[in-house]
């Protein structure tokens, strides 16, 4: 029997708080289990880039691993939400078109550890845009 890997799907990012000196997006991971065994993972890794809207080029805004266990029973799914925090001095050069336009580019990369049945990583990307300012003009 071949340990299949799992399929990792980013489903969403939103603005899950906002203060002062910087923000936290809570992106939405999907990750489906194909085999008929069940998978635990024990950590995700991420990274999140942002684009500058006038340059068109993107800058890395911050990176980092989430550690918690994750089991997906066999033939299953599990939707886990990883926390993704930054300061708004790390977006220096995409700040100003985000004030303009009250959106920003990001993409979401990374790879989930899975440990068991066999230690593997699965690696994620996704872009997508989100209202940073409240509700987008």
Not at 3 to 32: C, H, K, Q, S, W
Not at 45 to 60: K, N, R
Not at 102 to 116: A, I
């Amino acid at each position: 029997g071949c340990v299949r890997a799992p399929e990792v799907r980013l489903t969403g990012v939103r603005v899950g708080g906002i203060g002062f000196r910087g923000a936290t997006l809570l992106a939405e991971l999907r990750i489906d289990n194909p085999n008929r065994f069940g998978i635990e993972t024990d950590s995700v890794a991420f990274q999140l880039d942002v684009q500058d809207a006038s340059a068109g080029t993107w800058s890395a805004v911050t990176k980092g691993t989430n550690a918690q266990r994750i089991r997906v029973e066999k033939h299953g799914a599990t939707t886990v939400q990883i926390p993704i925090e930054f300061a708004y001095a790390s977006l220096s050069a995409p700040m100003r078109s985000i004030m303009q336009s009250g959106r920003s580019n990001y993409r979401v990369s990374g790879e989930v550890f899975v440990k068991n049945p066999l230690p593997k990583r699965v690696p994620f990307n996704q872009e997508g845009s989100i209202a940073l300012l409240g509700e987008s003009r």
